[in-house]
């Protein structure tokens, strides 16, 4: 059974650091993983999609990276600002549905 | 603009009473979801449907009950039957592709359901 695993649960930086963000899951047979954005109270933004045969996918300031073989993927965040804040979720794609992480509660400082 | 609308935004129940939760999407997308979050823990999957008038289990449906009359409406009933009901319900839809796998998601906004 895919499990969805994001290490830290909370993490609080001061504004301009460069950061990443940890997702590791237990089976390689994925389709894709996604990342996501949630604000408080809100439904999630997706950040990032990729696909299993990709290896990364940037978008501005976010950067993913995917490496089946280790079921790890990480997402880089340059240049972090306040409004980064948010909780990230990752997700993986397996034959029907997503396996999702609890996410990581990101919190940065001006 | 094209996007996914989930509503009320916040939802009273009573006990033993039924509420509905709508969502809508006008992204023309075959496959919608419905998912449950509650604090600290990832999303669950309640109920899911790849095309019209035909849905499928997801992890956690006891108690929840849904239809898919047409591609664009995925409405969510909770009924009494489920007994632990308050928590953010999340509505998303995708493409699928040549495989019928589905591809990227995109959420609503949620609706926050409490029993009171």
């Known amino acids: 059974k895919q499990e969805v695993t994001q290490i830290p649960a909370a993490l609080s930086v001061p504004e301009g650091e460069n950061l990443v963000l940890n997702c590791s899951f237990t089976?390689?047979?994925?389709?894709?993983l996604q990342w996501f954005r949630q604000d408080p109270g809100k439904g999630l933004t997706s950040l990032l999609l990729?696909?299993?045969s990709q290896r990364e996918q940037t978008s501005g300031r976010l950067n993913a990276s995917l490496d089946k073989s280790s079921g790890r993927s990480t997402l880089y965040i340059a240049a972090s600002q306040p409004g980064d804040s948010a909780t990230y979720l990752c997700?993986?794609?397996?034959?029907?549905?997503?396996?999702w992480g609890a996410g990581t509660k990101l919190i940065i400082k001006p | 603009d094209g996007g996914i609308t989930q509503s009320p935004k916040y939802l009273f129940r009573k006990e033993g009473q039924n509420v509905t939760l709508s969502c809508e999407q006008n992204?023309?997308?075959?496959?919608m979801y419905w998912y449950r979050q509650d604090p600290g823990q990832g999303l669950r999957l309640i109920y899911y449907s790849q095309i019209v008038n035909d849905f499928q289990k997801g992890d956690i449906a006891e108690g929840y009950s849904v239809s898919r009359e047409k591609k664009e409406s995925f409405p969510l009933t909770v009924t009494s039957a489920q007994k632990n009901p308050t928590a953010f319900y999340l509505c998303?839809?995708?493409?699928?592709?040549?495989?019928?796998?589905?591809?990227?998601?995109?959420f609503g906004q949620g609706t926050r359901l409490t029993v009171v």
């Open positions: 990729i696909q299993s």
């Open positions: 998303a839809s995708s493409t699928m592709d040549r495989a019928r796998v589905s591809t990227e998601a995109f």
């Open positions: 997700a993986v794609k397996g034959n029907y549905q997503l396996i």
């Open positions: 089976d390689s047979a994925i389709y894709n």
């Open positions: 992204l023309n997308h075959d496959a």
